[in-house]
């Protein structure tokens, strides 16, 4: 079976940084479309970044241009670069295939942007 592993997020101050990882078993990476997912307390999980095969990018209104997607498809991985975060991006954030997930969700890493 597929596992998804999120890694890298953490405590920040609004208007900080981070870089989270996605590593999975298996190649599947350079076959599918992936995308970061994230799902605040309360609320619905959201896709907020999604990259295509070829390495199109396309971003939710609320973190485009701040947030970026890339791929390394060669060793499996995925990443999503945050920058400028507010404490409304506090959340955890998951990855998957997109813009459908077909995986199994993985424990996703923990965002908190505290202001």
């Known amino acids: 079976q597929v596992q998804l592993v999120e890694s890298g997020g953490g405590l920040v101050q609004p208007g900080g940084s981070l870089r989270l990882s996605c590593a999975a078993s298996?190649?599947?990476?350079?076959?599918?479309?992936m995308g970061w997912y994230r799902q605040a307390p309360g609320k619905e999980r959201e896709l907020v970044a999604g990259?295509?095969?070829?390495?199109?990018?396309n971003y939710a209104d609320s973190v485009k241009g701040r947030f970026t997607i890339s791929r390394d498809n060669a060793k499996n991985t995925v990443f999503l670069q945050l920058n400028s975060l507010k404490p409304e991006d506090t959340a955890v954030y998951y990855c998957?295939?997109?813009?459908?997930?077909?995986?199994?969700w993985g424990q996703g890493t923990q965002v908190t942007v505290s202001s």
């Open positions: 998957n295939t997109s813009p459908v997930s077909y995986f199994k």
């Open positions: 298996g190649s599947i990476f350079s076959i599918n479309a």
């Open positions: 990259i295509t095969r070829g390495g199109s990018t």
